[in-house]
């Protein structure tokens, strides 16, 4: 016959190992039934100093085809060493833009018949002149339609699909010669823009 105390130390004991594998059970299924585990694609990433911290691409260099549809006069020798580098994996492309850029934040978007696009932000470049402004820079859009033609400042071409590079007026911003850094550090090594490498 088991002793009472003894009996209340059974009783404990599985009562703990049952609380035990409930909480390991309830871990595991929400691991397994908590979605694709894809991360949403079309939330904002904030992005802080990239100008500093980012990685350099070693060996960037403009592709020979790119080369020939560029003018003389709209050729910009980058120094690769002055090239930071950050992916916008919902697009699968690598942008590049100059050091010395300070912080900012990018969202991919959608516009109304499906055009994909990123916009870059800094909120040191919102103005009060305009509504909702977001201090959003220059916008990457992935194949822009024939209507979305006449916004695109360059173009460039990566494997077979076109991106267009537009800039925001100076017309909103409170400090547009900030606008002008940034919107530099874009442009100028836009045709360096690649695909995110599998």
């Not at 592709?63 to 980058?78: C, G, L, Y």
């Not at 850029?101 to 994909?116: I, K, P, Y």
């Not at 010669?177 to 874009?186: G, H, K, N, R, T």
Request: charge should be negative.
């Amino acid at each position: 016959m088991v002793h009472p105390k003894g009996r209340r130390i059974i009783v404990l004991v599985v009562a703990v190992i049952a609380v035990a594998a409930l909480v390991v059970g309830a871990l595991v299924w929400s691991g397994v039934f908590s979605g694709s585990g894809e991360p949403d694609p079309y939330t904002t990433t904030q992005v802080t100093n990239l100008g500093e911290e980012a990685d350099t691409q070693d060996n960037i260099e403009p592709d020979a085809e790119q080369d020939q549809q560029k003018s003389a006069t709209e050729q910009v020798t980058i120094n690769p060493e002055d090239i930071a580098t950050i992916d916008i994996e919902p697009l699968g492309i690598r942008v590049s833009y100059s050091k010395g850029v300070g912080g900012f934040s990018f969202e991919v978007l959608r516009s109304a018949n499906g055009t994909r696009y990123v916009e870059f932000r800094n909120d040191s470049l919102i103005g009060t002149k305009c509504t909702d402004d977001q201090g959003t820079f220059a916008a990457i859009t992935e194949a822009p339609a024939d209507s979305e033609q006449e916004i695109v400042d360059e173009t460039t071409e990566v494997d077979g699909t076109i991106y267009g590079l537009s800039l925001s007026a100076d017309t909103c911003t409170g400090d547009p010669a900030l606008l002008s850094e940034y919107q530099d550090a874009f442009s100028a090594p836009f045709h360096l823009l690649q695909a995110i490498s599998e």
